[in-house]
Nanobody, 120 residues
Framework: QVQLVESGGGLVQAGGSLRLSCAAS????????MGWYRQAPGKQRELVAA???????NYADSVKGRFTISRVNAKNTVYLQMNSLKPEDTAVYYC??????????????WGQGTQVTVSS
Protein backbone atom coordinates (compact mmCIF):
# COMPACT_ATOMS: atom_id res chain seq x y z
CA GLN A 1 0.00 0.00 0.00
CA VAL A 2 1.19 3.51 -0.87
CA GLN A 3 -0.01 6.80 0.56
CA LEU A 4 0.45 10.31 -0.80
CA VAL A 5 0.06 13.12 1.74
CA GLU A 6 -0.25 16.68 0.49
CA SER A 7 0.20 19.94 2.35
CA GLY A 8 0.56 23.63 1.69
CA GLY A 9 -2.77 24.73 0.23
CA GLY A 10 -4.68 27.73 1.49
CA LEU A 11 -6.07 31.15 0.74
CA VAL A 12 -3.88 33.78 -0.89
CA GLN A 13 -4.42 37.09 -2.65
CA ALA A 14 -3.82 37.45 -6.36
CA GLY A 15 -0.13 37.91 -7.05
CA GLY A 16 0.86 35.90 -4.02
CA SER A 17 2.68 32.59 -3.68
CA LEU A 18 2.09 29.16 -2.22
CA ARG A 19 4.19 26.02 -2.05
CA LEU A 20 2.57 22.60 -2.18
CA SER A 21 4.29 19.47 -0.93
CA CYS A 22 3.45 15.82 -1.46
CA ALA A 23 5.21 12.97 0.32
CA ALA A 24 4.81 9.35 -0.74
CA SER A 25 5.24 6.49 1.71
CA UNK A 26 4.59 2.78 1.96
CA UNK A 27 5.56 -0.18 -0.20
CA UNK A 28 7.66 1.78 -2.66
CA UNK A 29 10.42 0.29 -4.78
CA UNK A 30 10.78 3.35 -6.99
CA UNK A 31 8.76 6.26 -8.30
CA UNK A 32 8.71 7.18 -11.95
CA UNK A 33 6.79 10.35 -12.83
CA MET A 34 5.25 12.58 -10.19
CA GLY A 35 2.88 15.39 -10.90
CA TRP A 36 0.27 17.86 -9.82
CA TYR A 37 -3.23 18.05 -11.23
CA ARG A 38 -6.05 20.44 -10.38
CA GLN A 39 -9.79 20.46 -10.62
CA ALA A 40 -11.90 23.59 -10.43
CA PRO A 41 -15.65 23.45 -9.75
CA GLY A 42 -17.52 22.29 -12.83
CA LYS A 43 -14.34 21.51 -14.75
CA GLN A 44 -12.37 18.40 -15.56
CA ARG A 45 -9.19 17.54 -13.74
CA GLU A 46 -6.19 18.86 -15.66
CA LEU A 47 -2.45 18.38 -15.54
CA VAL A 48 -0.60 21.32 -14.02
CA ALA A 49 2.98 20.03 -13.99
CA ALA A 50 4.88 16.77 -14.03
CA UNK A 51 8.45 15.66 -13.39
CA UNK A 52 10.27 12.44 -14.17
CA UNK A 53 12.69 10.68 -11.88
CA UNK A 54 15.47 12.17 -13.97
CA UNK A 55 14.18 15.70 -13.50
CA UNK A 56 12.54 16.39 -16.86
CA UNK A 57 9.53 18.66 -16.44
CA ASN A 58 6.32 19.43 -18.28
CA TYR A 59 3.91 22.31 -17.58
CA ALA A 60 0.46 23.36 -18.64
CA ASP A 61 0.66 26.46 -20.81
CA SER A 62 -1.44 28.39 -18.29
CA VAL A 63 1.20 28.06 -15.55
CA LYS A 64 4.46 28.24 -17.50
CA GLY A 65 6.76 30.87 -16.05
CA ARG A 66 4.78 31.07 -12.80
CA PHE A 67 4.88 27.54 -11.33
CA THR A 68 7.91 25.33 -10.70
CA ILE A 69 7.79 21.62 -9.98
CA SER A 70 10.64 19.88 -8.21
CA ARG A 71 11.27 16.63 -6.36
CA VAL A 72 13.63 15.05 -3.88
CA ASN A 73 13.91 11.41 -4.87
CA ALA A 74 15.51 10.36 -1.61
CA LYS A 75 12.45 11.66 0.25
CA ASN A 76 9.86 10.49 -2.31
CA THR A 77 8.57 14.06 -2.23
CA VAL A 78 7.40 16.42 -4.93
CA TYR A 79 6.86 20.17 -4.60
CA LEU A 80 4.96 22.79 -6.54
CA GLN A 81 6.08 26.38 -6.09
CA MET A 82 3.29 28.65 -7.29
CA ASN A 83 4.07 32.33 -7.85
CA SER A 84 2.05 35.19 -9.31
CA LEU A 85 -1.14 33.36 -8.48
CA LYS A 86 -4.33 34.32 -10.28
CA PRO A 87 -7.98 33.80 -9.31
CA GLU A 88 -8.25 31.26 -12.15
CA ASP A 89 -5.70 29.10 -10.33
CA THR A 90 -8.34 28.41 -7.69
CA ALA A 91 -8.93 24.66 -7.55
CA VAL A 92 -8.34 21.51 -5.59
CA TYR A 93 -4.79 20.39 -6.33
CA TYR A 94 -4.00 16.66 -6.42
CA CYS A 95 -0.65 14.98 -6.25
CA UNK A 96 -0.04 11.96 -8.50
CA UNK A 97 2.76 9.42 -8.48
CA UNK A 98 3.48 6.49 -10.78
CA UNK A 99 4.90 4.03 -8.29
CA UNK A 100 6.66 0.72 -8.74
CA UNK A 101 5.76 -1.16 -5.59
CA UNK A 102 7.92 -3.62 -3.72
CA UNK A 103 6.19 -6.47 -5.58
CA UNK A 104 7.26 -4.80 -8.84
CA UNK A 105 3.87 -3.72 -10.11
CA UNK A 106 3.38 -0.18 -11.41
CA UNK A 107 0.37 1.78 -10.22
CA UNK A 108 -0.87 5.37 -10.27
CA UNK A 109 -1.58 6.78 -6.82
CA TRP A 110 -3.37 9.99 -5.87
CA GLY A 111 -3.31 12.27 -2.89
CA GLN A 112 -6.43 13.41 -1.11
CA GLY A 113 -6.30 16.90 -2.61
CA THR A 114 -5.56 20.29 -1.14
CA GLN A 115 -7.62 23.43 -1.73
CA VAL A 116 -5.96 26.49 -3.24
CA THR A 117 -8.06 29.64 -3.29
CA VAL A 118 -6.83 32.86 -4.88
CA SER A 119 -8.82 35.98 -4.11
CA SER A 120 -8.93 38.96 -6.45
Amino acid sequence: QVQLVESGGGLVQAGGSLRLSCAASGSIFSINAMGWYRQAPGKQRELVAAITSGGSTNYADSVKGRFTISRVNAKNTVYLQMNSLKPEDTAVYYCNARVVTTNFYEYDYWGQGTQVTVSS
